[in-house]
């Protein structure tokens, strides 16, 4: 069967992989290059586990090569959630480059992709639903060739994953499931390095509308829609022979139309299923529009540089369908880290762009949140500016102050980290990807400790001392291991050297503004 009880820890059973193939496992930093007599790997630990191969793409060759050649391949990615001491065997579809569930009633591998089905939500038994017998005999034949899962590595892994693992996996099934999609068969997550996104409506009303109010949709015939219209059904005209009445005729039209409105409606609804198969369905947000509905002036440029707003947003739609509205329990912010962790586990293990650029967005948004923390925005007077006599108002609600994502988000950060290797950024094809992140973690570190500064002035009073101190716990954890794994100097610049060096390059950079003489 699929899913039976093994001795020690979880096992995996791999079947038709062939040799040479690059297999990579939980984001460890060494990659195995499997040979004939490879047969699956064992003491896998309760909890998510990502495998990661990739097939050698010169067989030939390899003589000559001294190996395959991997660079440029397609990496393939499967997710599973394994229970304790679970074993469950899967076979290697060449065609399709999917792991599958063994069935020797699949006339081909054509019909059996035709027939799989991916769902993008989570049932708890799907896993179950097709059973695979694994006799004791094929096991203990098998358990020299299985490759044992590496005790340290896996632990690295499970702080990294520690939020989709939460309650046994319950919410982080649920995520899984609808940014990946899982297969209706085995219930795993499949997808490539070549996976994206569903890509935005092009409409330039919606776009008008997007900037105006902050909302995606637009107005068509008293109607709200979001993103692309639905074709309107083409007027059909019916001859009439002279036989029956008007209101027959008429009724005939309408019932006419109503099919082809049906039909319209049905083979929409067939393409949308069919798109979103293989796309990676991210909680969509855009960080250059970042205000609420309906904002104006001094709001916009408030919440233009502070993401607090959006990321409360987005928060709440990640929460939306996968946490009951009685659960107390979960924290609001569970499942978007939930989606942090995925997107990093799919960049990594997947080399996958569009998973680079969601985990890259979410940095930004957490990092970018400057009010939830107790911090103002770099337009405001430096807190160490602020006393009785200044008449600037405060756009921080010490109520409102809340440092548990924060803290939460800081620590998933420090565990991703920890996982990699030290010359991972150095190895990147270019500095941008290294830059990019160490541009977001500096306002970051502004924003804590303009939040220290404002937590000692008159109007702010102490606030959640308690909180402050965790958040800075937690970002000393993240700069000491910055420092020791890459050389990141994270706390080198001042805060004020910071508004310094970031004022001159607003108003020299390349997005500073262009004086022209009219």
């Excluded at 639905?230 to 005939?252: F, K, W």
């Excluded at 957490?366 to 911090?375: H, L, N, Q, V």
């Amino acid at each position: 069967m699929t899913s039976r009880q093994g001795k020690d820890g979880a096992v995996l059973i791999l079947n038709g992989l062939p040799a040479r193939t690059q297999l990579v496992l939980d984001a460890h930093p060494q990659a195995y290059v499997i040979n004939d007599q490879f047969a699956g790997i064992k003491s896998l630990a309760p909890g998510w586990h990502c495998i990661s191969w990739t097939l050698a793409s010169e067989p030939s060759n390899e003589a000559d090569a001294g190996g395959p050649s991997v660079e440029g391949s397609i990496r393939n990615v499967t997710l599973r959630y394994f229970e304790s001491a679970e074993i469950a065997v899967r076979d290697l579809d060449r065609i399709h480059q999917r792991l599958v569930v063994p069935n020797s009633d699949a006339a081909s591998s054509t019909a059996r992709y035709r027939a799989m089905g991916v769902s993008r939500s989570y049932n708890a038994g799907t896993s179950q639903q097709l059973q695979t017998v694994v006799s004791q005999e094929v096991l203990e034949s098998v358990q020299s060739r299985l490759l044992p899962a590496p005790e340290e590595a896996q632990q690295r892994w499970r702080k990294a994953t520690r939020h989709l693992g939460c309650a046994g996996g319950a919410i982080g099934c649920k995520v899984v499931a609808r940014v990946v999609g899982v297969d209706l068969e085995s219930g795993d997550a499949s997808t490539d390095s070549l996976a994206s996104g569903l890509s935005g409506s092009e409409d330039p009303g919606e776009k008008v509308a997007f900037e105006r109010t902050g909302n995606v949709g637009r107005n068509e015939n008293g109607m709200m829609v979001w993103g692309k219209s639905q074709p309107a059904p083409s007027h059909v005209e019916v001859e009439s022979d002279g036989e029956g009445s008007e209101d027959e005729t008429a009724e005939s039209t309408s019932g006419v139309v109503d099919r082809k409105r049906k039909r319209v409606e049905n083979h929409a609804a067939e393409g949308a299923e069919e798109s979103d198969d293989g796309v990676l369905l991210f909680t969509a947000f855009d960080l250059r529009r970042s205000w609420p509905p309906n904002a104006v002036g001094a709001e916009l440029t408030r919440w233009s540089q502070d993401k607090s707003w959006l990321l409360r947003d987005v928060a709440a739609r990640a929460h939306q369908g996968l946490v009951s509205e009685g659960d107390t329990k979960s924290e609001w912010y569970l499942p978007l880290l939930c989606e942090l962790e995925l997107a990093f586990v799919l960049f990594v293990m997947a080399s996958n762009v569009h998973a680079w650029d969601e985990w890259k967005d979410l940095l930004s948004l957490f990092c970018r949140a400057a009010s939830i923390i107790g911090s103002q925005s770099a337009f405001h007077l430096h807190p160490a500016s602020i006393d009785a006599s200044s008449t600037q108002p405060m756009d921080v609600d010490v109520e409102q102050v809340k440092v548990d994502a924060h803290v939460a988000f800081l620590d998933t950060l420090a565990a991703q980290l920890d996982l990699l290797d030290g010359d991972f950024w150095s190895n990147q094809s270019t500095a941008k990807e290294e830059q990019a992140v160490l541009k977001e973690l500096d306002v970051l570190r502004a924003n804590i400790a303009r939040s220290l500064a404002l937590a000692g002035t008159f109007e702010a009073g102490g606030g959640d001392e308690e909180g402050r101190a965790r958040l800075v716990a937690a970002w000393r954890k993240v700069s000491h291991l910055a420092v020791s794994k890459f050389g990141w100097q994270l706390d080198r610049r001042l805060d004020e050297e910071a508004e310094i060096e970031d004022d001159i390059e607003a108003e020299e950079g390349e997005d500073a503004p262009v004086i022209v003489d009219i």
